[in-house]
């Protein structure tokens, strides 16, 4: 089922290494941070193209059904793509058997949550014929995603990110292009721009197939009894750790339609999709420097004072982007939106305040991962959710609108890496203790 490693390297196929590789982990953070910012860049088109034209309301179905969608998708087990990349460089597991495993269990367990998607679109009460619709065509996410995470593992394990960063920023390209294509034929619809992501996202997984060719025979087992449960219960954990996440900031699009209507949505989603482009950045780091951080945890015990430098980068880099975007929100966001999303600006700039809160703390989360301390994150993370939720029906019941609903986040930001890093220093996690080589 899998090819043999290459003399000289590990079962994964790479030449080991001691130590962090700066130049190997640069080039590729260099080529996902490039792809981040000229994707922020065609995200600007896209509000142009999709937003600008639908108004808050027609953005507000969009969101709302993608949101819907997103809560089904933790029963495509997302998570077990961090373990293949930490089992592939830590424990020598072979990549290949990793991959065809995970992605027989995928499309299981996607195909469940593609049922339930369907069920839920009809049966949940209170939704209108475009969302209904709109959920049913992006329910096909939860089998696509989750395999072109799959896939892209091949990329992360061989330090090969280049082709993550192309591939998207061509869905992103493409998603433009149809978008507004269909609307130029049919019309300002939301349902059409629902159809025009969900094909740009299955051209992106054919590609990212095509890429992964290079590395591994893709054959998917569904012989699942087989697959080690060290490994099931990490994937199963990590998978948790990113549901709750997810929930932590698409919970608010949600509890904004259950309280309020499809234009509230709308201008809370336009803050949140800027908010969470502006986050990718961190999420670019993570990827390109995951695997060395692995094996350095591997090698010794490594601290988040080691990575000091790095912290205090992504500390400028949060700091200098939400004083930048706190400025130029009031002007930018009605000029390219439109005067009809003025009532995002507020909110835009709340949430710019949690991501200066935030991206500094990231790495200490790469580390209770790459140490195998993820159970430490399961524990913390639906806390935080939890928190969210609690905040945001306070908010939203004194009638803050969706001001109150960016406010509650910023608000579980501050106590969730505040309680990380007191759980991660009682761990040794933070710095080395006396006498600590």
Same mark, same amino acid.
């Given at each position: 089922?899998?090819?043999?490693?290459?003399?000289?390297?590990?079962?994964?196929?790479?030449?080991?290494?001691?130590?962090?590789?700066?130049?190997?982990?640069?080039?590729?953070?260099?080529?996902?941070?490039?792809?981040?910012?000229?994707?922020?860049?065609?995200?600007?088109?896209?509000?142009?193209?999709?937003?600008?034209?639908?108004?808050?309301?027609?953005? @507000?179905? =969009?969101?709302? #059904? +993608?949101?819907?969608?997103?809560?089904?998708?933790? %029963?495509?087990?997302? &998570?077990? /793509?961090? !373990?293949?990349?930490?089992?592939?460089?830590?424990?020598?597991?072979?990549?290949?058997?990793?991959?065809?495993?995970?992605?027989?269990?995928?499309?299981?367990?996607?195909?469940?949550?593609?049922?339930?998607?369907?069920?839920?679109?009809?049966?949940?009460?209170?939704?209108?014929?475009?969302?209904?619709?709109?959920?049913?065509?992006?329910?096909?996410?939860?089998?696509?995603?989750?395999?072109?995470?799959?896939?892209?593992?091949?990329?992360?394990?061989?330090?090969?990110?280049?082709?993550?960063?192309?591939? @998207?920023? =061509?869905?992103? #390209? +493409?998603?433009?292009?149809?978008?507004?294509?269909? %609307?130029?034929?049919? &019309?300002? /619809?939301? !349902?059409?721009?629902?159809?025009?992501?969900?094909?740009?996202?299955?051209?992106?997984?054919?590609?990212?197939?095509?890429?992964?060719?290079?590395?591994?025979?893709?054959?998917?087992?569904?012989?699942?009894?087989?697959?080690?449960?060290?490994?099931?219960?990490?994937?199963?954990?990590?998978?948790?750790?990113?549901?709750?996440?997810?929930?932590?900031?698409?919970?608010?699009?949600?509890?904004?339609?259950?309280?309020?209507?499809?234009?509230?949505?709308?201008?809370?989603?336009?803050?949140?999709?800027?908010?969470?482009?502006?986050?990718?950045?961190?999420?670019?780091?993570?990827?390109?420097?995951?695997?060395?951080?692995?094996?350095?945890?591997?090698?010794?015990?490594?601290?988040?004072?080691?990575?000091?430098?790095?912290?205090?980068?992504?500390?400028?880099?949060?700091?200098?982007?939400?004083?930048?975007?706190?400025?130029?929100?009031?002007?930018?966001?009605?000029?390219?939106?439109?005067?009809?999303?003025?009532?995002?600006?507020?909110?835009?700039?709340?949430?710019?305040?949690?991501?200066?809160?935030?991206?500094?703390?990231?790495?200490?989360?790469?580390?209770?991962?790459?140490?195998?301390?993820?159970?430490?994150?399961?524990?913390?993370?639906?806390?935080?959710?939890?928190?969210?939720?609690?905040?945001?029906?306070?908010?939203?019941?004194?009638?803050?609108?969706?001001?109150?609903?960016?406010?509650?986040?910023?608000?579980?930001?501050?106590?969730?890496?505040?309680?990380?890093?007191?759980?991660?220093?009682?761990?040794?996690?933070?710095?080395?203790?006396?006498?600590?080589?």
């Amino acid at each position: 089922m899998t090819r043999e490693p290459a003399e000289g390297t590990d079962a994964a196929g790479v030449e080991p290494e001691s130590g962090f590789n700066t130049r190997k982990g640069m080039a590729n953070a260099s080529w996902l941070l490039a792809g981040n910012r000229l994707s922020y860049a065609l995200s600007a088109i896209t509000v142009v193209v999709v937003a600008r034209p639908l108004g808050p309301a027609g953005y @507000g179905v =969009v969101s709302s #059904a +993608l949101a819907f969608v997103g809560v089904f998708g933790w %029963m495509a087990l997302s &998570g077990f /793509d961090r !373990v293949i990349v930490r089992e592939s460089v830590r424990e020598g597991e072979s990549l290949e058997g990793l991959i065809n495993a995970t992605a027989g269990l995928k499309l299981t367990l996607g195909a469940v949550a593609l049922v339930a998607c369907w069920i839920g679109a009809w049966a949940f009460p209170g939704l209108t014929m475009p969302e209904r619709v709109g959920i049913t065509i992006a329910s096909a996410i939860v089998l696509i995603t989750p395999m072109n995470g799959t896939l892209s593992t091949a990329c992360q394990v061989h330090e090969e990110m280049r082709w993550m960063a192309q591939i @998207g920023i =061509v869905r992103q #390209a +493409l998603y433009i292009a149809l978008a507004g294509a269909l %609307m130029l034929i049919v &019309g300002t /619809d939301p !349902v059409v721009v629902i159809i025009a992501f969900v094909s740009a996202y299955a051209v992106a997984l054919a590609l990212m197939a095509r890429v992964a060719m290079k590395w591994i025979r893709l054959r998917p087992t569904f012989r699942f009894a087989s697959i080690d449960r060290v490994f099931f219960k990490a994937g199963v954990i990590f998978t948790l750790i990113g549901f709750f996440s997810y929930l932590y900031t698409k919970i608010d699009v949600l509890m904004i339609r259950a309280w309020g209507d499809t234009a509230q949505v709308g201008l809370y989603a336009a803050a949140l999709t800027l908010y969470m482009r502006l986050m990718s950045t961190t999420e670019a780091f993570s990827v390109a420097f995951f695997p060395q951080i692995v094996r350095q945890a591997k090698q010794g015990t490594l601290v988040l004072m080691d990575m000091r430098k790095g912290v205090v980068a992504l500390l400028g880099v949060g700091v200098a982007v939400t004083v930048a975007g706190w400025i130029a929100a009031p002007f930018l966001i009605p000029l390219v939106l439109g005067k009809d999303f003025v009532g995002t600006v507020l909110p835009f700039r709340i949430l710019l305040v949690a991501l200066a809160v935030g991206v500094p703390c990231y790495p200490l989360q790469l580390l209770f991962q790459a140490r195998g301390m993820e159970l430490t994150l399961v524990k913390l993370i639906p806390l935080r959710a939890a928190l969210n939720i609690v905040l945001n029906v306070v908010a939203l019941a004194a009638g803050l609108g969706i001001a109150g609903i960016a406010l509650s986040t910023l608000v579980t930001a501050v106590i969730y890496y505040t309680a990380l890093a007191i759980v991660g220093d009682r761990m040794g996690l933070i710095r080395r203790t006396v006498g600590e080589g």
